[in-house]
């Protein structure tokens, strides 16, 4: 039998005090530590880098990086320098295992040159260049590709524009707004002259399932979600 794995949380992660007891209605492969463990979650916040190489130097042998700020390359390299160490990076809404369903949608072909949605809804007051960071490995998650170049359109403290083009030559519009008028959601949508392809991951704490259509000239058909909720995917 394998010997049974630790696990924890830095104080500072939200819903820490509800980790423990996810944990405990985990099979016997998981246990929980108030302090050193073989798995930690670790906050993206400021400083992350240095956090992350400490639990690494305490005998950590996985990190489940949370909503990480973006480093520098340097920063980086010193990380991926412990590769006998896994490090998985959740970002709000791209653990969702929905997304596999959109990178190649078998419902509706889209043209290559077609324009791509990407949008995202945050809370009021939310720093934005963070809120990007995850809108990038969102997009990659969704679209199957990653974003060659891009370029600001407008961006301001209620949100951005960003015109993007595709490591496959698709062009992609990134777009976010910081409001408190709609609940936090991610979308993608397809936009192509015979139809329409549109995936939405609601916020992880709603404890809803993603939801994606399909408009044709027939009307709009929801195909089923089959995958776990996205709160309880990482």
Partial sequence: MTPPLSATAEIVLPHRSEMAAVIASLPDALLWHDDTADLVAVSGDTGWPERVRAHINAGARG????????????????????????????????????????????DVRM???????????????????????????????ALGAGIASARTLEWSEHGYTVLARMADGRRCLLTAAATGTQPPHASVRF?????????????????RAARLSVSTSHGVALVPIVHERAHRAP
């Fill in 111 to 141: 043209p290559p040159g077609d324009l791509i949605e990407c949008r995202m809804v945050v809370p009021v007051h939310t720093r934005l260049e963070r809120t990007l960071v995850g809108h990038l490995a969102f997009s990659r998650g």
């Fill in 63 to 106: 990190i489940l990086l949370v909503d990480p700020v973006a480093i520098s390359v340097e920063e980086f390299d010193a990380i991926e320098a412990h590769r006998d160490v896994v490090v998985v990076i959740e970002w709000p809404f791209v653990a969702d295992a929905a997304l596999s369903l959109v990178a190649a949608p078998s």
């Fill in 191 to 207: 936009v192509a002259e015979r139809g329409e392809i549109e995936f939405t991951v609601p916020d992880a704490d709603v404890e």
